[in-house]
């Protein structure tokens, strides 16, 4: 079973999506997704 990471927007912080992080994977992942709260497409970071 995969482990799942948490992804947070950057501006507001808010707490949006959930990704399977492999296990290879030794960086933090960004990726740019839809904030509902900012109402914009807005870069996300992994939090831990």
């Known amino acids: 079973m995969a482990k799942k990471t948490v992804l947070s927007c950057v501006q507001c912080g808010n707490r ?3 990704i399977p ?3 290879e994977n030794v960086i933090r992942v960004e990726r740019k997704k839809y904030c509902a709260h ?3 497409h807005t870069l996300h ?3 831990l």
């Open 16 to 18: 949006n999506y959930t």
């Open 21 to 23: 992080l492999s296990k």
């Open 38 to 40: 900012c109402n914009a």
């Open 45 to 47: 970071k992994q939090t």
